[in-house]
């Protein structure tokens, strides 16, 4: 049965998965990090992954990223399994991050720190004595990132310049860098006011399209605009997880992280 036909029957087609734990056990000295923790993120979503401190939220991102590999459980991209590969090996097959730490370059302009990240899948990073103008290749390429993420006007200021925000921006450029089919952010919108959240918001939903974005968060009203879907998480395993209107009803949802935003 095709696509079309499904439809017209009144079957939506089965997702496809980009992203797959399945049964993930990361432990520390005998403590369970993340607790059996399976979930699918569909490919063209948008998923948010919530929970109070000391969830097991940023576990699981480097669990997913390659930074951590898991005690049992395994992790699937598009169908490969993953969680043996190292993180730049994964990066390859299509799945890039940000991190909850600014990781930018902050003494090199906002222009080169897109550049080195250009650079990495190449062969220039290891040929020292190359002339500088082989990087002009990689010029144009970085201008249209930096435009795509709003910082087109301040692509000759050092990163150290920056705003928190537009640190941000730098870093989802970076990450854009690896043309990923996958975009891992880790707290996108912390340590924002309002005007720098909005353009966060804006920015993720730029780049969400042709491509899936997972985003841990804590700002639920940032959930609220962005997610297609969310999974809860608490003491390291699944509590919930669905579209945010029906997870957001949940009572162990409101009693364990959303408490009066939950009604």
Do not use: C
């Not at 089965?14 to 005998?30: I, N």
């Not at 087109?152 to 870093?171: I, N, P």
């Amino acid at each position: 049965m095709t696509v079309i036909s499904q439809l017209q029957a009144g079957n939506r087609p089965t997702p496809v998965a980009a992203l797959e734990a399945r049964h993930l056990v990361k432990e520390f000295r005998g403590f369970r990090a993340t607790n059996d923790v399976s979930l699918q993120i569909n490919e063209g979503e948008i998923h948010a992954i919530i929970g109070p401190n000391g969830a097991g939220k940023t576990t699981l991102f480097n669990l997913l990223s390659g930074f951590l590999r898991p005690t049992s459980g395994e992790v699937h991209l598009f169908g490969e399994r993953v969680d043996q590969l190292r993180p730049y090996e994964i990066v390859r097959r299509g799945l890039s991050r940000s991190f909850q730490i600014s990781s930018v370059f902050p003494t090199m302009t906002v222009r080169d720190n897109v550049l080195v990240a250009l650079q990495s899948p190449t062969p220039l990073p290891h040929q020292f004595w190359s002339p500088l103008s082989r990087l002009d290749a990689l010029g144009e390429q970085a201008e249209q990132i930096l435009e795509a993420v709003g910082l087109g006007a301040a692509h000759e200021r050092l990163a150290a310049d920056l705003s928190h925000g537009e640190k941000r921006q730098l870093e989802i450029g970076i990450s854009l860098t690896q043309q990923p089919r996958v975009l891992l952010l880790d707290e996108p919108t912390s340590g924002m006011g309002s005007e720098g959240i909005a353009r966060v918001i804006a920015l993720v939903r730029e780049v969400a399209r042709g491509r899936t974005v997972v985003l841990v968060e804590h700002n639920m009203s940032v959930v609220a605009e962005l997610a297609d879907r969310i999974t809860v998480l608490q003491y390291g395993a699944v509590l919930a997880s669905g579209r945010y209107d029906d997870v957001r009803q949940d009572p162990r949802v409101i009693e364990a992280y959303l408490g009066e935003e939950g009604h």
